[in-house]
């Protein structure tokens, strides 16, 4: 499926899409039997995941399996970066592990950016941190917990030097049992499926999937976000309040709002197998509520999603084209514009690009739907709840 997403096929067999999306919910209801997890650097989030399992010696002349963020063998290997996080456990009076690696080149002075940490899984703050020794050979961190222990926490090791040599870590023998290197294969694998399903249903899934499966996408660097004056933001929340409360007093038209929805919506969005994708697929979109719906519709830039931002790709020809990335495959980035035409572009003939967090979805629908006619495609879409 991913591969004739990335050829520029979006229009997928609907057999294939729904075994996807059955896949995914699978993993999904799987996926607190893993003991790791990984994710992006925020700051590197196009980076290919740096982590592996190999053999180190330790400081106490134990050679063992370590997980490892130094892909040997692999291209960039030294500079690939990423997160990977335990499962909750339970902080007992202490924790121990081996730590080895490096923060920087030896003739420099050492960098905070590679790091194992200890957090509490409730609110994210950080407990403890240890730095590798700049050493190949492990050594040993232990950590007393007896303030914080019974408290729900997580430990998580941080790669985040993207630099040529000397910038990656590794852990091992770790001590609480939740978190063991031998359960780091399988979870590894199970994260990579469920990665890969993340990005090919990006349009393609159902809301409650795709809000599931967002934390599965690659990272994305923090945009500015494309706020409207005080006086727009006070109109438009007035506006929606009035359409909200107009809503609960109305009788929608179902038949309307579907024959709304195909008009105005469907070149761009999917709901039970009839429209295009776009944009996200709208199954199941009617569990999020009168509000929530009328707030999307009526200001889409408010909640857009990142993966959906618009970005423009200047190109060294002078031209430029603005659109949503759909996909990357190689040297070549997949644009969708407001129209729905595709672009293949080859990323050596882009000069500059740039992301706004702004939707491609037109904010014009307050002008565009008389008030009795929003309530009908309002009332339609609310009743795709099970879809």
Excluded at 160 to 184: C, E, N
């Amino acid at each position: 499926m991913r591969g004739r997403q990335e050829r520029g096929e979006l229009m997928l067999d609907p057999s294939l899409v729904k075994m996807g999306q059955n896949i995914a919910r699978s993993l999904l209801a799987e996926r607190h039997e893993r003991s790791w997890s990984l994710s992006s650097h925020p700051a590197h989030p196009k980076s290919a995941s740096p982590w592996t399992l190999q053999q180190r010696e330790c400081e106490d002349g134990q050679t063992v399996p370590v997980i490892s963020s130094l892909a040997l063998g692999r291209p960039g290997a030294e500079s690939r970066t990423g997160i990977l996080r335990s499962s909750p456990f339970i902080a007992r009076d202490t924790i121990s592990f081996w730590i080895c690696g490096h923060r920087g080149h030896p003739d420099q002075p050492p960098h905070k950016n590679n790091f194992v940490r200890l957090r509490d899984s409730q609110t994210g703050k950080e407990l403890r941190r240890a730095y590798p020794p700049r050493n190949d050979r492990a050594i040993k961190v232990e950590w007393t917990l007896s303030s914080m222990k019974g408290r729900q926490v997580e430990l998580e090791v941080i790669d985040g030097d993207s630099g040529p040599s000397f910038a990656w870590l590794a852990i091992t023998r770790l001590d609480p049992p939740a978190a063991q290197v031998d359960s780091f294969a399988p979870s590894a694998a199970h994260g990579g499926l469920l990665e890969g399903l993340a990005r090919v249903l990006l349009v393609s899934a159902p809301a409650d999937l795709r809000d599931q499966l967002k934390a599965f996408l690659p990272s994305l660097p923090a945009t500015s976000p494309t706020l409207p004056t005080s006086k727009e933001r006070s109109r438009l929340e007035k506006v929606i309040k009035k359409r909200v409360g107009s809503f609960e007093l109305a009788q929608p038209r179902m038949e309307n709002g579907k024959a709304l929805f195909k008009t105005h919506c469907a070149s761009c969005h999917q709901v039970a197998g009839e429209g295009a994708l776009l944009g996200p697929q709208l199954d199941g979109i009617g569990a999020r509520g009168a509000a929530r719906l009328t707030e999307d519709i009526l200001d889409p830039n408010r909640n857009v999603d990142a993966h959906f931002f618009l970005t423009t790709l200047t190109l060294k020809n002078g031209t430029s084209t603005a659109g949503f990335v759909r996909g990357e495959s190689g040297e070549v980035i997949l644009l969708v514009d407001a129209m729905g035409k595709e672009y293949r572009i080859e990323k050596s003939s882009i000069s500059a690009s740039d992301t706004l967090a702004r939707s491609l979805m037109p904010s014009s629908f307050e002008h565009l739907l008389e008030e009795d006619e929003f309530h009908d495609l309002l009332g339609w879409l609310l009743s795709m709840r099970n879809q």
